[in-house]
């Protein structure tokens, strides 16, 4: 089962490396605010905040519609990672890490760093198939092990 799941987030993670949605992140920082104001969860919005989200939801271009789909099912894929949680293989810090370490409009600079991004995920979730478990690491509590797994499949130097 664990495979399976990790498998799946492989394969969303890949596709995702290579959506042309990403260049909706190339945008200038009114177009930028706006799909922040979509991707906000909106359970945590009062009247007006669910207000603005509508009236910038109407007005999405074609690719900030696809980015905003393609970053709500990655956000959907690492969490359905927490059932693996439960089975003590990861901690709920490192779902929420990597669930952070996604691509937004707020934390990006441009579609080239979303890749970035995307490929450290997906770097991460290949060792955990290597490995044949998904331990994770809270970075702040271990900061090197995380560096060291990137450096040996050479996503950094």
Do not use: C, W
Not at 120 to 131: C, F, N, T, Y
Request: charged share 30%.
């Amino acid at each position: 089962k664990e495979q399976v799941m990790l498998r799946e987030a492989t394969t969303f993670l890949k596709s995702a490396v290579s959506d042309k949605a990403l260049k909706a992140l190339d945008g200038d920082f009114a177009d930028r605010m706006k799909m922040a104001q979509v991707a906000k969860n909106p359970d945590k919005e009062g009247m007006i905040g669910r207000g603005l989200s509508v009236v910038a939801a109407q007005n999405l271009t074609e690719d900030q519609k696809n980015f905003i789909q393609m970053y709500n099912q990655l956000v959907g894929t690492i969490s359905g990672l927490s059932q693996l949680v439960r089975s003590g293989r990861a901690t709920e810090a490192t779902i929420e890490r990597l669930k952070m370490e996604l691509p937004n409009p707020v934390t990006v600079k441009d579609s080239r760093d979303a890749k970035e991004r995307i490929q450290r995920i997906l770097k991460e979730v290949d060792v955990a198939m290597q490995k044949g478990t998904f331990t994770g690491t809270d970075t702040k509590k271990d900061p090197q092990a995380v560096q060291d797994i990137l450096r040996k499949h050479k996503v950094i130097d």
